[in-house]
Nanobody, 124 residues
Framework: QVQLVESGGGLVQAGGSLRLSCAAS????????MGWFRQAPGKEREFVAA????????YYADSVNGRFTISRDNAKNTVYLQVNSLNAEDTAVYYC?????????????????WGQGTQVTVSS
């Protein structure tokens, strides 16, 4: 069993930055791929970024590539999402997810554990 707790969301002006964190409990974190997804009001949950168990492979949605960076610290059981150059379209609840697979994926169905989400609101 893995429990995930996100933090770091908030209200930020367009062009600003935030660092989202996801603290995981459970012995399997270091062998699990991790992902970030987001859901805006009235829209479906969408993939943002993923990272494999070692941090050696990273994947990004086209809409955030070059602006967002996913990373992990297995010693701290934490995965991060650095979000830069934010715009109004980035406003959403951001969710951290853990997979029982070691490689990352774009698909929500590949993730078995989800956090409660952290709100990111970008003001223009």
């Amino acid at each position: 069993q893995v429990q995930l707790v996100e933090s770091g969301g908030g209200l930020v002006q367009a062009g600003g930055s935030l660092r989202l964190s996801c603290a995981a409990s459970g012995r399997t974190f270091s062998s699990s791929a991790m992902g970030w997804f987001r859901q805006a009001p009235g829209k479906e949950r969408e993939f943002v970024a993923a990272i494999n168990w070692s941090g050696g492979s990273r994947y990004y949605a086209d809409s955030v590539n070059g602006r967002f960076t996913i990373s992990r610290d297995n010693a701290k059981n934490t995965v991060y999402l650095q979000v830069n150059s934010l715009n109004a379209e980035d406003t959403a609840v951001y969710y951290c997810a853990a997979s029982t697979y070691s490689s990352g994926s774009y698909y929500p169905s590949r993730y078995d554990y989800w956090g409660q989400g952290t709100q990111v609101t970008v003001s223009s």
